[in-house]
């Protein structure tokens, strides 16, 4: 399809050969469910990655760092390519320094390499998102008015808990940071409606659709994204995990209203993140 319109992927991470040497046993397990496992394990370059962008269809994408993927793998993919992706940085502050060089480091990132928001996957940790030692990075965000894009619902591995995925702590989040802009990454599920129930609840929230095909998004989940939640539902894919053709496709067959695609691929985005600042 034809659009008038950028489309904006808010999910995807730089996957080169090196990052092999990032993943622990424990998560590997994971690749072994999508038939492009051994493709991801064999890394993928950045011109590769902009050529299936280019091939489905998608204009840009918000890049991001995580737990196994590094700072400096984000801050090359936005470097070459600045018109295509816009970074957004992962921390840690269980250093044994403290909470205050994660901070540091997440000021480096917005102020000097244009990052525009902070993503953590709290499972990675074992740790809730309300953990006292989060709440400076929480803080800092604000300050920096950029987003908070944070993993929700079930893990993929199963080495790791699903606790920490609860959407009821980004409620607790929303309620001690109402200035502070969250988008729920991985649509909640299997706590789907109070995912719902939290985006409904705060205008400050939004919910991506990352490590989920279309045609697997949760019955309440289409519901909301074709009514009363249009302006809180945003497309992500979760490259290389999920590929970026199939992602795209099945949007097609949700039976969205040419408002509603726009504001799923495009609108809600950049609203989000700011994107148009």
């Not at 950045?46 to 269809?57: C, I, S």
């Not at 760092?65 to 600045?82: H, I, K």
């Not at 200035?179 to 939004?206: C, D, F, S």
Request: overall charge negative; aromatic content about 10%; proline content about 8%.
């Amino acid at each position: 399809m034809s659009e008038q319109f950028m489309i904006i992927d808010a999910w995807v991470q730089p996957w080169p050969a090196e990052i092999t040497s990032y993943i622990p046993a424990r998560n590997s397990g994971m690749l072994d469910r999508f038939s492009h496992g051994n493709r991801v394990l064999a890394g993928i370059t950045l011109e590769e990655m902009v050529a299936e962008m280019d091939a489905a269809g998608i204009d840009h994408a918000l890049c991001s760092a995580g737990p196994l993927v590094p700072n400096n793998l984000v801050e090359e993919a936005v470097g070459r390519y600045p018109d295509r992706f816009t970074g957004i940085a992962s921390v840690d502050p269980w250093s044994p320094d403290g909470v205050m060089p994660a901070v540091r480091e997440l000021r480096r990132l917005v102020r000097d390499k244009g990052f525009r928001g902070l993503k953590l996957e709290p499972f990675i940790q074992d740790k809730v998102p309300t953990e006292a030692q989060w709440y400076p990075l929480y803080s800092e965000s604000v300050e920096l008015d950029i987003m908070l894009q944070i993993q929700v619902g079930g893990t993929g591995p199963a080495t790791y808990p699903s606790e920490t995925g609860r959407p009821c702590y980004v409620d607790r989040i929303a309620i001690d940071f109402p200035e502070l802009r969250i988008v729920a990454g991985h649509i909640g599920w299997p706590w789907t409606e109070e995912m719902i129930a939290v985006a409904v609840k705060h205008p400050n929230v939004w919910i991506d659709t990352s490590a989920h095909l279309p045609r697997y998004y949760p019955a309440a989940f289409v519901h909301f994204l074709k009514t009363f939640g249009r302006r809180k539902c945003i497309w992500a894919s979760d490259w290389p995990i999920q590929e970026f053709a199939p992602s795209l496709k099945g949007v097609d067959e949700l039976g969205l209203s040419t408002e509603g695609r726009k504001l799923f691929l495009h609108d809600n985005a950049v609203e989000a993140f700011r994107l148009d600042r």
